[in-house]
């Protein structure tokens, strides 16, 4: 069920990257029925196009947290979207980092802010069970960026000294000192470097875009899966790295030619 859930949503986030989403004024005066661990501070805002709810997580407690699990749940049955929901990694004590999830949308793929809702910031339960502490590498992984002719150059630099198999950052606009939009890089295989291009949010046409108007640009890291943790070689060291990330040694090469060789011959 959530498999298809997971490609029901990434379908209609498809869908409303081709169409367009949101109608209607950006609302503020949702009732959000909270529910959140003592010392953690939970806000939420609403994207400019109505697709997204944001929200500001702040650990004001003296603590570090692993993780959180952020799911908002909307009312409705008419709804092709009723609830989305997102994992959150290594929380200093008092820092901030945000989850960006999906508004509810109707079956005319409109995205829309609902009168009330609940959402619900969880630090233990069946959802964090097998999130693994990745917070060896919260130091070691990095984020910056640069803007040019509305192109935002996001960069990720890894000083772990192991491939990571996946580094999830979100992009956070301002402004007026509020966040107006998000958007979320999903990074995989990082080694001690990355970088990806991506356009400012824009509305209306690919030929025509019409681009958000914000005032700054925060970036997050907001999760780290180790879940792949070679270890990346040293300059010279001679060994290569091929494309399916397997490091091979140099030395080795002619054994397992030799092997392809007897192998062909026995045939």
Not at 78 to 91: K, P, R, Y
Not at 174 to 194: C, E, Q
């Given at each position: 069920m959530k498999k298809n859930f997971k490609f029901i949503a990434l379908f209609i986030v498809s869908v409303l990257l081709i169409t367009g989403c949101g109608k209607g004024e950006n609302s503020s005066n949702s009732k959000v029925n909270l529910s959140a661990p003592d010392g953690v501070k939970a806000e939420t805002f609403y994207s400019i196009d109505n697709s997204n709810l944001i929200v500001k997580i702040t650990n004001e407690s003296s603590s570090d947290i692993?993780?959180?699990?952020?799911?908002?749940?909307?009312?409705?049955?008419?709804?092709?979207?009723?609830?989305?929901?997102?994992?959150?990694?290594?929380?200093?004590?008092?820092?901030?980092?945000?989850?960006?999830?999906?508004?509810?949308?109707d079956n005319d793929f409109n995205s829309y802010v609902p009168d009330s809702f609940d959402?619900?910031?969880?630090?233990?339960?069946?959802?964090?069970?097998?999130?693994?502490?990745?917070s060896m590498y919260a130091d070691k992984v990095k984020a910056s960026y640069d803007v040019e002719d509305n192109t935002i150059y996001f960069s990720l630099?890894?000083?772990?000294?192991?491939?990571?198999?996946?580094?999830?950052?979100?992009?956070?606009?301002?402004?007026?000192?509020?966040?107006?939009?998000?958007?979320?890089?999903?990074?995989?295989?990082?080694?001690?470097?990355?970088?990806?291009?991506?356009?400012?949010?824009?509305?209306?046409?690919?030929?025509?875009?019409?681009?958000?108007?914000?005032?700054?640009?925060?970036?997050?890291i907001t999760s780290i899966n180790d879940d792949y943790v070679e270890s990346i070689p040293e300059e010279g060291d001679g060994s290569l790295l091929p494309?399916?990330?397997?490091?091979?040694?140099?030395?080795?090469e002619g054994d397992i030619e030799e092997d392809f060789d007897e192998e062909d011959e026995e045939e």
């Open positions: 692993n993780a959180l699990y952020v799911v908002a749940d909307y009312p409705g049955d008419n709804n092709l979207i009723t609830t989305d929901s997102m994992v959150v990694q290594n929380i200093k004590a008092n820092s901030t980092t945000f989850a960006s999830l999906l508004l509810p949308i959402l619900t910031v969880l630090d233990n339960g069946e959802y964090l069970e097998g999130i693994e502490d990745t630099t890894n000083d772990s000294g192991k491939i990571l198999g996946g580094v999830d950052a979100v992009i956070v606009y301002y402004k007026d000192g509020k966040p107006i939009a998000t958007d979320s890089v999903n990074s995989l295989n990082v080694g001690d470097s990355y970088q990806v291009e991506r356009d400012v949010i824009y509305t209306g046409d690919f030929d025509d875009p019409k681009y958000i108007d914000y005032d700054n640009i925060e970036v997050y494309d399916d990330g397997i490091i091979i040694d140099e030395d080795d």
